[in-house]
């Protein structure tokens, strides 16, 4: 059996799932701390990606799973190809018009006047990573994940998802598989 990792989600404690021949570690989003060059077997992400603030975070990311994985290591992560026409037009106003921007979309919604609640999806102004972090498209992350040493990448379009713009991006680290002390 091989051995990997699960990282824990940037907040105060690891993950814990019954998992063996795991180690869990609590890390930040840039770099796997404590995981050794060459050491794991495998590397999964869903629904991470997507909520980086920016695309450096995100290809910075794809180099730690190429260090961190094994020669014929696995690498499967979930990823956005694209923004829709809603986080297009959220993304294009400018920082400095975003206040007079919320302030005259809840004046033109008129969901205030409905007694409607505004939730913070519905204002343009408030772009957050939820729902406007980083997309690829998936040629961008092919070209990428092979730069990076990655060979047989395949991208899937992810079926849970009707807009398909969400897709699985499936690798594998160029080199032979070598047995591992537990094999």
Known sequence: MGRGCVAGDGGT???????RHARFLLVDRVRLAGVDDASVDFCFSYNVFRHFPNAGIFWRN???GARVLKPGGH???HFRGSHG??????????RALRRPANIGY??????WLRG?????DDDP???????????????KLTARLRAHGFEDVRILTDPDYADGRRFWALARKAGR???TEAS
């Open 106 to 111: 809840r004046l033109v919604s008129l969901k």
């Open 85 to 94: 026409a809603r986080q297009r037009l959220k993304l294009a106003v400018p």
């Open 13 to 19: 404690r690891p993950a814990r799932l019954p998992v």
């Open 125 to 139: 102004a408030d772009p957050s990573t939820w729902e406007l972090g980083v997309a690829a498209s998936p040629a």
């Open 62 to 64: 794809i180099g730690e």
């Open 177 to 179: 598989e070598t047995p």
């Open 116 to 120: 409607l609640p505004i939730k913070p």
């Open 75 to 77: 690498l499967q992560i």
